[in-house]
């Protein structure tokens, strides 16, 4: 199992950028697939991005390429979110998780997930 904390969430205006950070403790950091959801209240968790345990193969939601980027490093055991020209829909609580599949895209597919950073986007 390997513990998760989000960080870098705030009040951000539309058109900034942002890059959210995801520490991990426990074991071994670099053999878990990583990835990035974000929710709205009423709605369902919402998948962005994943990246591989090595880092070489991301994957993203059509929603959002172009304008994240999710990026690892393995020897500071954080995952990161670069999020580029904020839009007030990028407003929702971002959420880290770990898993072993490469192509997972659903909750299911991740057994530990962080508590959440909030992100605000005003217009």
């Known amino acids: 199992q390997v513990q998760l904390v989000e960080s870098g969430g705030g009040l951000m205006q539309a058109g900034g950028s942002l890059r959210l950070s995801c520490a991990a403790s426990?074991?071994?950091?670099?053999?878990?697939?990583m990835a990035w959801f974000r929710q709205t209240p009423g709605k369902e968790r919402e998948f962005v991005a994943t990246?591989?345990?090595?880092?070489?193969?991301?994957n993203y939601a059509d929603s959002v390429k172009g304008r994240f980027t999710i990026s690892r490093d393995n020897a500071k055991n954080t995952v990161y979110l670069q999020i580029n020209n904020l839009q007030t829909e990028d407003t929702a609580v971002y959420y880290c998780?770990?898993?072993?599949?490469?192509?997972?895209?659903?909750?299911?597919?991740?057994?530990?997930w962080g508590q959440g950073t909030q992100v605000t986007v005003s217009s």
């Open positions: 426990g074991r071994a950091f670099s053999t878990y697939v």
């Open positions: 998780a770990a898993g072993s599949s490469p192509y997972g895209r659903t909750r299911s597919a991740f057994g530990s």
């Open positions: 990246i591989t345990a090595s880092g070489a193969m991301t």
